[in-house]
T-cell receptor, first 113, second 115 residues
Framework: DTAVSQTPKYLVTQMGNDKSIKCEQN?????MYWYKQDSKKFLKIMFS???????INETVPNRFSPKSPDKAHLNLHINSLELGDSAVYFCASSLRAAKNIQYFGAGTRLSVL | AQKVTQAQTEISVVEKEDVTLDCVYE???????LFWYKQPPSGELVFLIR??????QNEISGRYSWNFQKSTSSFNFTITASQVVDSAVYFCALSEPQGAQKLVFGQGTRLTINP
């Protein structure tokens, strides 16, 4: 019973391709997030949705487009992949009224060749 | 703007030693939350603790303890009698209690426990 699940776990692709990462949570949370972890392990917020509404959109290239079809899902679509997009992408979820403990998925390691 | 600094990039100790991971933060908010997360070699991020800025009591959970000092803006993490399984990257993080509640992470400290 994985609480926050991401697919795929690994993604290897060529520059210029378009790819998607999916995230689902079964915790009944109302808020979901995408974070990017670079090669130096630095973690930075990208997006957040609360009840399907975008509430955080950090300075991320518009090639990145999140989509939340419902409270339990938050997908990340990336167009025209670049070498610099190679990173580990983490999905997280929380219950906004419950003091913001965020639970993370296992991460998706994206390698752009 | 919020900022978290973990000045220790890497720490290496021998098993059974005690080790303290430092975390210093900056925020203009009077109310905030502080967190520690563990990232073992398998790569997932595991929640360890959350502390409210109004609660300066230290906390102990088994071999883990946390020392929150608002006066020095620090939230340090001590592992007593370290074990090889404690080897991981540890992240300190800060968030606002309202609004977007994003986590602002420190750079992480890579802890290696040698047998």
């Amino acid at each position: 019973d994985t609480a926050v699940s991401q697919t795929p776990k690994y993604l290897v692709t060529q520059m210029g391709n378009d790819k998607s990462i999916k995230c689902e949570q079964n915790l009944g949370h109302d808020t979901m997030y995408w974070y990017k972890q670079d090669s130096k392990k630095f973690l930075k917020i990208m997006f957040s949705y609360n009840n399907k509404e975008l509430i955080i959109n950090e300075t991320v290239p518009n090639r990145f487009s999140p989509k939340s079809p419902d409270k339990a899902h938050l997908n990340l679509h990336i167009n025209s992949l670049e070498l610099g997009d190679s990173a580990v992408y983490f999905c997280a979820s929380s219950l906004r009224a419950a003091k913001n403990i965020q639970y993370f998925g296992a991460g998706t390691r994206l390698s752009v060749l | 703007a919020q900022k978290v600094t973990q000045a220790q990039t890497e720490i290496s100790v021998v098993e059974k030693e005690d080790v303290t991971l430092d975390c210093v933060y900056e925020t203009r908010d009077t109310t905030y939350y502080l967190f520690w997360y563990k990232q073992p070699p398998s790569g997932e991020l595991v929640f360890l603790i959350r502390r409210n800025s109004f609660d300066e009591q230290n906390e102990i959970s088994g071999r883990y303890s946390w020392n929150f000092q608002k006066s020095t803006s620090s939230f340090n993490f001590t592992i007593t009698a370290s074990q090889v399984v404690d080897s991981a990257v540890y992240f300190c993080a800060l968030s606002e209690p309202q609004g977007a509640q994003k986590l602002v992470f420190g750079q992480g400290t890579r802890l290696t426990i040698n047998p």
